[in-house]
């Protein structure tokens, strides 16, 4: 008898629809796209599933694995609807989440506003107590003032708590016995967290920061997930929820209960993590991740078929791409992060002409509703989506299989009212123009994650997805000299596909901040083995083989008096000081430009990531079944290269022979152009590959 | 667009791509710089220059640095103007002929060639740690010439057609307590003038040379257009605005800040006659300082999209009688200038008031205070600089802001940890001051407080500050903030310094200093301020309920508004007050 299949589903939940990808043990793929309930997001997932169980004819016990993105915590601290917290300070520190880091985002703006703290100062208490910057105590812990702050807390009525006192990533005992404390003191469904639980390293606003939001968002997850889990329970699901980190690992709905500000950046995560997997497949090692949808555009790189991660990251800061210059307009969270740059450029993106009179797309959206004017919803501004059917790139009477009536009539008359005649441009160059400007923003996100590390977006092939992504790949890569352009099977829902890919992840940390010349080999293999059995059991307690997990080391060191890190791979067994040093000044020359292999090197810290692959996670046979596009051709606007009348294709009409572009590819869930001058054919996967020429 | 030749696209593509490099740049600095000052403090500035040396886009850093360029620029291309080839970097720190503005702000500046031609400037420019000087930190209140503030380089070649001058690098080298952090953050710089001209060198390659230009033009140009436009909207007059400075030592004389701003048409005069003359101390404010908050504080009037470039510096002039601290003559020492220099922003920013009174803001903290202390620990020297900024005035409509960079410039905090892991000194608190936002219809932002003790067995220590006997201003009836203060625990025994100390002071183990800064003035009448709001305050604990029935006339019962009580208090304060 042949064993039963067993299937895995990925639910992604974005701001307008939900996707779910189902992957069976025999490599069946699934994908479905509902409608998203932001009241109770929960609701959609479960009728989505019983929708999928009942059409597949499936039983609620053929599914054994659920992983789940979700932007309930990003979304919980953007509208500030997060618990209301309290928050424990050191005396003398409690106003360290207000000051800030006082960078001010943008010059030359007197009518500028910091966000708000996510604790307000009435909720902010100071106990007696000082750690001295090597863990030692200076002032013992007065447990007098934490009664006193016990008191007031619970009368406040909040519902989170949390505890950050200085210096605790050296030493916690102070920050332990006030949660010991607290707990004691507070109802059961307070949820109380402290820093050296969720981010025990030096400098305390990020640290302060980043454990506030753990709080904040902590309730909102716990309460999302355990009524997720009841309804999945309800529904006769037993298999066990997995959610995606925003470091694109997954943890237990149980830990993400526990760490929430772990999951912030999940969704994003997932696209990532699919296109890693996709680079991995294909045996290229180096691919860019672009993931355009309505509102916003996201890039990330994969490098060596690993997604490169940061742990600077701004919740809120809005749509930016300088982040990293600690522009302050957000909320931080200093954690593993895929390193994804984000603007606000997507299908809905309103377009206009600024002050200067200067074409603008995004940020501003129009959403799914009233969405493009073109779909005659209520929309009455053009956004970038009207300028593409006026182009010719998109269907002019439906997209979404037909779902999705489209009204051209409107999308040319406004294109050409509020951008053409302003900028005295002829109505397709116009349209045109907002394509050029929307990928030249793009273009930017994409640095921001290459040439910003020292890494040549050239070296890497371009993967696009998402709603909008296949329309503007070949333009972004051709303005970043890119030569390789895929667009993976289902790029609508690729994200989701990453969640059932995703590996489990646990990692664990020791802190040195020691010059490597002081190291002592023997202490820092020790540290090594110690982290590596602390990891092992992480992944034993969850009932995983260990053998199969995978284990990576790496150290994160700096020049004496440097204030950032740069992380470096250790190879497997002995820990060689020198290599690891040399291996440090050349990743310093690499992403800096200049290195100094005479000058003292601090050894930050040593980490121990492991891993353990999804199981049955190839989607080889992902959905191919695209039926033959009806439309024949249709005229569309390639700028200077003017009209073409252009053959509009499906998919599957791209097999076996290549052709040259122009080409319009339509699919259910978006459309890919190829310009003319490119060539198009599919690979082996079935993935659309377009080789770009300039 | 006035040129029709240009692709309005082509133009936003280029804008866009512009100010991204001078983005990365300053990301380049900030992640590998060595000393606290540039790396937690971000105290440098990057910027590019187009092939006449004007600036074409700033990086998202330092306002009264970022104006100065243009003067580091001139200096630059007058003595070297025949005479720049590939691979040049040229550097200079000198305030008088090198349009430096004091030295420890050293500049790094790197022609970028196309084809053989000159086509534009990667510049960089970062406060060091030490030049050397009569005290750790090079910013000794009591210079009373710069020849006693530290090492000076006049315009001068860093790199000739790419070989280091190893010689300049050597007495650099020689010349700082901290030899590591400057060549360490030196490097830095010529990272980030690399990586300038690496993307600069793309756009020429895409475009080419000669259909880039017009594009530069024109970006110079469309600046200038808005911002004579944003000054058109202003109506034409002269107003006047005197601020202050407290003064030296400890029987201060007020120094004063004189502005005559001249609005006529779509251009402005910023005439500084009647400032008081140049000191015998380190507070002379070089002009091109002058020059750079001069030209921010106009820039401000508008929170349009104007580009960031040297073209919206066009229409406005600005004139300081030479000899004057706006424009002392060598060799006046200057090291800590900054203070006048963010008094000029406030003065231009006071006159403004009169007339466009819904753009401005009520004075803020008066600029960053500068604080030095240095010495030797377990046979290491260590310094401290901190350049302490914290809050802006209220505005028409907007509460001033409290933890935030002074406008004009745009600085970090040092963490405290950090501060206590790497030096011995530790921070006994860092802390939002309550009542100490001037009030207004719209509140002042709140003074901070910091608190440092030295546990070295001894330091030296230098500071300057400023705004206790002219606090911060407010604006159509809105208080002033309040004023600064600085603590000094020596042994026991607790002493208020003067704003600016001229001399350095010797510190023991065990000695407490603590800053309270100056509070933001406020706007409009405190007694119309919505109650609600005064109430938010108490809860918060930013204004005393105190200070909220005596100054707001809000009296709060029980945790709320009183609101018959608070219509008879504001009665009576406004009977008393007449």
């Given at each position: 008898?042949?064993e039963?299949?067993?299937?895995?589903?990925?639910?992604?939940?974005?701001?307008t629809?939900t996707?779910l990808?189902?992957?069976?043990?025999?490599?069946?793929?699934?994908t479905?796209?509902v409608?998203?309930t932001?009241?109770?997001?929960?609701?959609?997932?479960?009728?989505?599933?019983?929708?999928l169980?009942?059409?597949l004819?499936?039983?609620?016990s053929d599914?054994?694995?659920?992983?789940?993105a979700?932007?309930?915590?990003?979304?919980a601290i953007?509208?500030?609807?997060?618990?209301?917290?309290?928050?424990?300070?050191?005396?003398?520190f409690?106003?360290?989440?207000?000051?800030r880091?006082?960078?001010?985002?943008?010059?030359?703006?007197?009518?500028?506003?910091?966000?708000?703290?996510?604790?307000?100062?009435?909720?902010?208490?100071?106990?007696?107590?000082?750690?001295?910057?090597?863990?030692r105590v200076?002032?013992?812990?007065?447990h007098?003032?934490?009664?006193?702050?016990?008191?007031?807390?619970?009368?406040?009525?909040?519902k989170?708590?949390?505890?950050?006192?200085?210096?605790?990533?050296?030493?916690?005992?102070?920050?332990?016995?006030v949660?010991?404390?607290?707990?004691?003191k507070?109802?059961?469904?307070?949820?109380?967290?402290?820093s050296?639980?969720?981010?025990?390293?030096?400098?305390?606003?990020?640290?302060?920061?980043?454990?506030?939001?753990?709080?904040y968002?902590?309730?909102?997850?716990?309460?999302?997930?355990?009524a997720?889990?009841?309804?999945?329970?309800?529904?006769?699901?037993?298999?066990?929820l997995?959610?995606?980190?925003?470091?694109?690992?997954?943890?237990?709905?149980?830990?993400?209960?526990?760490?929430p500000?772990?999951?912030?950046?999940?969704?994003?995560?997932?696209?990532?993590?699919?296109?890693?997997?996709?680079?991995?497949?294909l045996?290229?090692?180096?691919?860019i991740?672009f993931?355009?949808?309505?509102t916003?555009?996201?890039?990330a790189?994969?490098?060596?078929?690993?997604a490169?991660?940061?742990?600077?990251?701004?919740?809120?800061?809005?749509?930016?791409?300088?982040?990293?210059?600690v522009?302050?307009g957000?909320?931080?969270?200093?954690?593993?992060f895929?390193?994804?740059?984000?603007?606000?450029?997507?299908?809905?993106?309103?377009v206009?002409?600024?002050?200067?009179?200067?074409?603008k797309?995004?940020?501003?959206?129009?959403?799914?509703?009233?969405?493009p004017?073109?779909?005659?919803?209520?929309?009455?501004?053009?956004?970038?989506?009207?300028?593409?059917?006026?182009?010719?790139?998109?269907n002019?009477?439906?997209?979404?299989?037909?779902?999705v009536?489209?009204?051209?009539?409107?999308?040319?008359?406004?294109?050409?009212?509020?951008?053409?005649?302003?900028?005295?441009?002829?109505?397709?160059?116009?349209?045109?123009?907002?394509?050029?400007l929307?990928a030249?923003?793009m273009?930017?996100?994409?640095?921001?994650?290459?040439?910003?590390?020292?890494?040549?977006p050239?070296?890497?092939?371009?993967?696009a997805?998402?709603?909008?992504?296949?329309?503007?790949?070949?333009?972004?890569?051709?303005?970043?000299?890119?030569?390789?352009?895929?667009?993976?099977?289902?790029?609508?829902?690729?994200?989701?596909?990453?969640?059932?890919?995703?590996?489990?992840?646990?990692?664990?940390?020791?802190?040195?901040?020691?010059?490597v010349?002081?190291?002592?080999?023997?202490?820092?293999?020790?540290?090594?083995?110690?982290?590596?059995?602390?990891?092992?059991?992480?992944?034993a307690?969850?009932?995983?083989?260990?053998?199969k997990?995978?284990?990576?080391?790496?150290?994160?060191l700096?020049?004496?008096?440097?204030?950032?890190?740069l992380?470096?791979?250790?190879a497997?067994?002995?820990?060689?000081?020198?290599?690891?040093?040399?291996?440090?000044?050349?990743?310093h020359a690499?992403?800096?430009?200049?290195?100094?292999?005479?000058?003292?090197?601090?050894l930050?810290?040593?980490?121990?990531?492991?891993?353990?692959?999804?199981?049955?996670?190839?989607f080889?046979?992902?959905?191919?079944?695209?039926?033959p596009?009806?439309?024949?051709?249709?005229?569309?606007?390639?700028g200077a290269?003017?009209?073409?009348?252009?053959?509009?294709?499906?998919?599957a009409?791209?097999?076996?022979?290549?052709?040259?572009?122009?080409?319009?590819v339509?699919?259910?869930?978006?459309?890919?152009?190829?310009p003319?001058?490119?060539?198009?054919?599919?690979?082996?996967?079935g993935?659309?590959?377009?080789?770009?020429?300039? | 667009?006035?040129?029709?030749?240009?692709?309005?696209?082509?133009?936003?593509?280029?804008k866009?791509?512009?100010?991204?490099?001078?983005?990365?740049?300053?990301?380049?600095?900030?992640r590998s710089?060595?000393?606290?000052?540039?790396?937690?403090?971000?105290?440098?500035?990057?910027?590019?220059c187009?092939?006449?040396?004007?600036?074409?886009?700033?990086?998202l850093?330092?306002?009264?640095q970022?104006?100065?360029?243009?003067?580091?620029?001139r200096?630059?291309?007058?003595?070297?103007?025949?005479?720049?080839?590939?691979g040049?970097?040229?550097?200079?720190?000198?305030p008088y002929?090198s349009?430096?503005?004091?030295?420890p702000?050293?500049y790094?500046?790197?022609?970028v060639?196309?084809?053989?031609?000159?086509e534009?400037?990667?510049?960089t420019?970062?406060?060091?740690?030490?030049?050397?000087?009569?005290?750790?930190?090079?910013?000794?209140?009591?210079?009373t010439?710069?020849?006693?503030?530290?090492?000076?380089?006049?315009?001068?070649?860093?790199?000739?057609a790419?070989?280091?001058?190893?010689?300049?690098?050597?007495?650099?080298?020689?010349?700082?307590?901290?030899p590591?952090?400057?060549?360490?953050?030196?490097?830095?710089?010529?990272?980030?003038?690399s990586?300038?001209e690496?993307?600069?060198?793309?756009?020429?390659?895409?475009?080419?040379?000669?259909?880039?230009?017009?594009?530069?033009?024109?970006l110079?140009?469309?600046?200038?257009?808005m911002?004579?436009?944003?000054?058109?909207?202003?109506?034409?007059?002269?107003?006047?605005?005197?601020?202050?400075?407290?003064?030296?030592?400890?029987?201060?004389?007020?120094?004063?800040?004189?502005?005559?701003?001249?609005?006529?048409?779509?251009?402005?005069d910023?005439?500084?006659a009647?400032?008081?003359?140049?000191?015998?101390?380190?507070?002379?404010c070089?002009?091109?300082?002058?020059n750079?908050?001069?030209?921010?504080?106009?820039?401000?009037m508008?929170?349009?999209?104007?580009?960031?470039c040297?073209?919206?510096m066009?229409p406005?002039?600005?004139?300081?009688?030479?000899?004057?601290?706006?424009?002392?003559?060598?060799?006046?020492?200057?090291?800590?200038?900054?203070?006048?220099?963010?008094?000029?922003?406030?003065?231009?920013?006071?006159?403004?008031?009169?007339?466009?009174?819904?753009?401005?803001?009520?004075?803020?903290?008066?600029?960053?205070?500068?604080?030095?202390?240095?010495?030797?620990?377990?046979?290491?020297?260590?310094?401290?600089?901190?350049?302490?900024?914290?809050?802006?005035?209220?505005?028409?409509?907007?509460?001033?802001?409290e933890?935030?960079?002074?406008?004009?410039?745009n600085l970090?905090?040092?963490?405290?940890?950090?501060i206590?892991a790497?030096?011995?000194?530790?921070?006994n608190?860092?802390?939002?001051?309550?009542?100490s936002?001037?009030?207004?219809?719209?509140?002042?932002?709140?003074?901070f407080?910091?608190?440092y003790?030295?546990?070295?067995?001894?330091?030296?220590?230098?500071?300057?500050?400023?705004?206790r006997?002219?606090?911060?201003?407010?604006?159509?009836?809105g208080?002033a903030?309040?004023?600064?203060?600085?603590?000094?625990?020596?042994s026991?025994?607790t002493?208020v310094?003067?704003?600016?100390?001229?001399?350095?002071?010797n510190?023991?183990?065990?000695?407490?200093?603590?800053?309270?800064?100056?509070g933001?003035?406020?706007?409009?009448?405190?007694?119309?301020?919505?109650a609600?709001?005064?109430?938010?305050?108490?809860?918060?604990?930013?204004?005393?309920?105190?200070a909220?029935?005596?100054?707001?006339g809000?009296?709060?019962?029980?945790?709320?508004?009183d609101?018959a009580?608070?219509a008879?208090q504001?009665?009576?304060?406004?009977?008393?007050a007449?």
């Amino acid at each position: 008898m042949a064993e039963r299949v067993g299937y895995r589903i990925g639910i992604d939940i974005g701001g307008t629809f939900t996707d779910l990808a189902l992957l069976g043990t025999d490599g069946s793929l699934i994908t479905r796209k509902v409608s998203s309930t932001p009241d109770d997001y929960g609701r959609g997932i479960a009728d989505g599933i019983v929708e999928l169980l009942r059409e597949l004819s499936l039983k609620p016990s053929d599914i054994v694995d659920l992983v789940h993105a979700s932007t309930i915590a990003t979304n919980a601290i953007l509208e500030q609807k997060g618990a209301a917290t309290a928050l424990i300070t050191t005396r003398g520190f409690r106003d360290v989440l207000e000051l800030r880091r006082l960078r001010i985002p943008v010059l030359y703006d007197l009518q500028y506003d910091k966000p708000p703290p996510l604790v307000p100062r009435h909720l902010r208490f100071e106990i007696d107590e000082r750690m001295a910057a090597g863990g030692r105590v200076k002032q013992p812990l007065d447990h007098a003032s934490v009664e006193a702050a016990a008191a007031e807390i619970a009368k406040s009525g909040v519902k989170a708590l949390a505890v950050t006192l200085l210096h605790s990533y050296a030493n916690a005992d102070h920050e332990r016995a006030v949660v010991e404390a607290l707990r004691a003191k507070l109802p059961d469904d307070v949820f109380v967290t402290c820093s050296a639980d969720i981010l025990p390293e030096i400098r305390e606003y990020e640290r302060t920061s980043t454990t506030v939001i753990n709080a904040y968002v902590g309730p909102v997850v716990r309460s999302y997930l355990g009524a997720l889990a009841g309804k999945l329970k309800g529904l006769g699901i037993s298999a066990p929820l997995t959610v995606m980190q925003s470091n694109g690992g997954v943890m237990t709905a149980d830990a993400a209960v526990r760490k929430p500000a772990y999951i912030v950046e999940s969704g994003p995560a997932a696209g990532v993590i699919a296109c890693a997997h996709l680079a991995r497949r294909l045996g290229r090692a180096n691919v860019i991740s672009f993931d355009m949808g309505g509102t916003t555009a996201k890039a990330a790189m994969i490098e060596d078929g690993e997604a490169a991660r940061t742990t600077e990251y701004e919740v809120g800061a809005g749509i930016n791409l300088s982040s990293k210059l600690v522009k302050g307009g957000g909320y931080p969270i200093k954690l593993p992060f895929i390193d994804v740059s984000e603007i606000g450029a997507g299908g809905g993106s309103i377009v206009n002409i600024d002050d200067a009179g200067t074409l603008k797309v995004g940020p501003q959206s129009a959403g799914a509703v009233p969405g493009p004017m073109c779909y005659g919803l209520g929309g009455e501004r053009p956004t970038f989506t009207d300028a593409m059917v006026v182009l010719g790139y998109l269907n002019p009477v439906a997209i979404a299989g037909g779902r999705v009536k489209l009204d051209a009539a409107r999308a040319h008359a406004a294109i050409e009212a509020e951008v053409a005649r302003p900028l005295g441009l002829k109505i397709a160059e116009a349209a045109h123009g907002v394509y050029t400007l929307a990928a030249a923003t793009m273009t930017r996100a994409v640095k921001a994650v290459t040439t910003y590390r020292g890494r040549d977006p050239r070296d890497f092939a371009l993967v696009a997805f998402g709603g909008n992504g296949p329309i503007t790949a070949v333009e972004i890569a051709r303005a970043l000299e890119i030569k390789d352009v895929l667009i993976p099977p289902a790029p609508g829902v690729f994200s989701a596909l990453g969640l059932l890919v995703s590996a489990t992840e646990h990692s664990a940390v020791r802190t040195f901040v020691r010059e490597v010349d002081a190291l002592k080999l023997a202490d820092i293999e020790a540290a090594s083995r110690a982290l590596e059995g602390e990891v092992m059991q992480a992944f034993a307690a969850e009932g995983h083989d260990v053998k199969k997990v995978e284990l990576l080391r790496t150290a994160e060191l700096r020049y004496v008096g440097q204030a950032y890190e740069l992380p470096v791979t250790l190879a497997p067994g002995s820990i060689d000081l020198g290599a690891m040093r040399s291996a440090f000044d050349a990743e310093h020359a690499r992403t800096y430009g200049h290195s100094s292999p005479g000058d003292p090197v601090d050894l930050i810290s040593l980490k121990v990531m492991g891993r353990l692959a999804a199981g049955d996670g190839e989607f080889d046979r992902w959905s191919l079944a695209s039926k033959p596009a009806s439309a024949g051709s249709r005229k569309a606007f390639f700028g200077a290269a003017g009209w073409h009348d252009t053959p509009v294709v499906s998919r599957a009409d791209l097999a076996g022979r290549k052709r040259q572009g122009p080409v319009i590819v339509e699919e259910y869930d978006s459309t890919c152009v190829i310009p003319p001058g490119c060539m198009v054919g599919l690979d082996p996967l079935g993935n659309i590959a377009v080789e770009v020429t300039p | 667009m006035t040129d029709r030749r240009l692709d309005p696209i082509t133009f936003e593509v280029v804008k866009n791509a512009l100010s991204s490099i001078a983005d990365e740049m300053a990301l380049v600095i900030m992640r590998s710089a060595y000393s606290p000052v540039v790396r937690d403090s971000m105290d440098y500035s990057t910027a590019l220059c187009d092939r006449h040396g004007q600036i074409i886009a700033q990086g998202l850093t330092l306002a009264v640095q970022l104006g100065a360029f243009p003067d580091g620029m001139r200096h630059l291309l007058a003595q070297y103007g025949n005479d720049v080839k590939e691979g040049d970097i040229f550097i200079f720190n000198d305030p008088y002929g090198s349009g430096g503005q004091h030295l420890p702000d050293i500049y790094v500046i790197k022609p970028v060639f196309h084809e053989g031609a000159l086509e534009g400037w990667a510049c960089t420019m970062a406060h060091h740690s030490d030049v050397g000087g009569i005290t750790p930190g090079s910013t000794a209140m009591h210079a009373t010439e710069i020849l006693q503030e530290g090492l000076c380089l006049p315009t001068l070649k860093l790199y000739d057609a790419g070989k280091p001058n190893t010689t300049l690098l050597k007495i650099i080298e020689k010349n700082t307590r901290q030899p590591v952090q400057v060549l360490g953050d030196l490097k830095a710089q010529l990272a980030a003038c690399s990586i300038g001209e690496r993307g600069y060198l793309r756009l020429l390659q895409k475009y080419g040379a000669a259909a880039l230009h017009p594009y530069l033009d024109e970006l110079q140009d469309q600046a200038e257009r808005m911002m004579r436009a944003v000054i058109r909207d202003i109506p034409d007059g002269t107003y006047r605005f005197d601020d202050w400075i407290d003064g030296l030592g400890d029987t201060p004389e007020p120094i004063r800040i004189a502005v005559a701003v001249t609005v006529k048409g779509d251009e402005v005069d910023i005439d500084m006659a009647g400032t008081s003359g140049q000191v015998q101390a380190a507070i002379n404010c070089p002009i091109s300082m002058v020059n750079s908050v001069a030209y921010c504080a106009i820039r401000c009037m508008t929170s349009t999209g104007i580009p960031n470039c040297q073209g919206y510096m066009r229409p406005i002039k600005i004139r300081a009688p030479e000899g004057t601290i706006v424009n002392p003559l060598s060799p006046a020492a200057c090291a800590a200038r900054g203070v006048i220099g963010y008094r000029v922003f406030d003065a231009i920013v006071g006159a403004l008031a009169q007339v466009v009174p819904d753009k401005v803001i009520a004075g803020g903290e008066g600029g960053p205070t500068l604080l030095s202390i240095g010495g030797r620990h377990k046979n290491k020297a260590f310094v401290l600089t901190e350049v302490m900024v914290g809050n802006w005035g209220a505005r028409a409509t907007k509460d001033g802001v409290e933890g935030i960079s002074n406008p004009a410039a745009n600085l970090s905090n040092q963490p405290v940890e950090l501060i206590e892991a790497e030096l011995p000194l530790e921070i006994n608190h860092y802390a939002l001051v309550p009542d100490s936002g001037g009030a207004g219809r719209q509140r002042g932002g709140l003074a901070f407080s910091r608190e440092y003790r030295l546990t070295a067995d001894e330091a030296v220590f230098t500071l300057r500050s400023d705004r206790r006997d002219h606090p911060p201003y407010g604006i159509a009836e809105g208080r002033a903030g309040s004023p600064s203060k600085n603590l000094l625990t020596h042994s026991g025994k607790t002493e208020v310094l003067p704003t600016m100390p001229m001399k350095a002071m010797n510190l023991k183990k065990g000695d407490v200093f603590r800053h309270i800064s100056a509070g933001g003035g406020g706007y409009g009448d405190p007694q119309v301020r919505d109650a609600e709001l005064v109430l938010a305050d108490v809860v918060a604990g930013k204004v005393s309920p105190q200070a909220a029935r005596d100054i707001y006339g809000v009296v709060i019962e029980g945790g709320k508004v009183d609101a018959a009580a608070t219509a008879r208090q504001r009665s009576a304060l406004r009977t008393a007050a007449q």
